[in-house]
């Protein structure tokens, strides 16, 4: 199963209020809701969106990346992606995934745990979404889960909301 090149790392985001911009589109994602006020940098692989300027907001890391096709069965991919995120060895376990939803019946998985990545240790969320021969993830990292709890059911919210292209 082949999903993706080595991942850049990635980006710091504050979210602080609950106020909502537009649509955005990345790659095959299109987000129905996102948090108003983030900037955004395109980068070769990934989108990387931040909210630094928001005062007083709980930080937390989100990217999302370009898909990769891939074959194979949609739970084996949870497990490729997020060790080639994190560079683990092929025998290496994924965390639990969960099998989620979108509001317009895509699927798609999620994982998370406390671990050394990227930008250090923290509390990892993968959201990977799965579509024909193809996926797409979306990196949340926050300094541990007491920093993420709170902001939980927002993020569940926006996963659900995003409409997968066809």
């Given at each position: 199963?082949?999903?993706?090149?080595?991942?850049?790392?990635?980006v710091?985001?504050?979210i602080?209020?609950?106020s909502?911009a537009?649509?955005?589109?990345?790659?095959?994602?299109?987000f129905?809701?996102f948090p108003?006020?983030?900037?955004?940098?395109?980068q070769?692989?990934?989108?990387?969106l931040?909210?630094?300027?928001?005062?007083?907001?709980?930080?937390l890391?989100v990217s999302?990346?370009?898909?990769?096709?891939?074959?194979?069965k949609p739970?084996?991919?949870?497990?490729?992606?997020?060790?080639s995120?994190?560079?683990?060895?092929?025998t290496?376990?994924?965390?639990?995934q969960r099998?989620?939803?979108?509001?317009?019946?895509d699927?798609?998985?999620?994982?998370a745990?406390?671990r050394?990545g990227?930008?250090g240790?923290?509390?990892?969320?993968?959201?990977l979404?799965?579509?024909?021969?193809?996926?797409?993830p979306?990196i949340?990292?926050?300094?541990?889960?007491?920093?993420f709890?709170?902001?939980?059911?927002d993020?569940?919210?926006?996963?659900?909301?995003?409409?997968?292209?066809k």
């Open positions: 199963m082949k999903i993706w090149s080595p991942i850049l790392p990635v710091i985001i504050a602080a209020s609950v909502f537009q649509a955005q589109q990345y790659d095959r994602l299109m129905k809701v108003a006020n983030w900037s955004e940098q395109t070769a692989d990934h989108v990387m931040s909210n630094y300027n928001i005062k007083g907001a709980d930080l890391n999302i990346f370009k898909g990769q096709e891939y074959t194979g739970e084996q991919a949870f497990a490729v992606a997020w060790r995120f994190f560079k683990l060895a092929d290496t376990t994924a965390p639990h099998r989620n939803y979108t509001v317009d019946s699927m798609f998985f999620t994982g745990e406390q050394d990227p930008q240790k923290g509390y990892y969320l993968m959201a979404y799965i579509m024909k021969n193809y996926v797409q979306i949340i990292k926050a300094d541990n889960m007491r920093v709890e709170p902001q939980q059911s993020w569940q919210d926006v996963l659900q909301q995003v409409v997968v292209a």
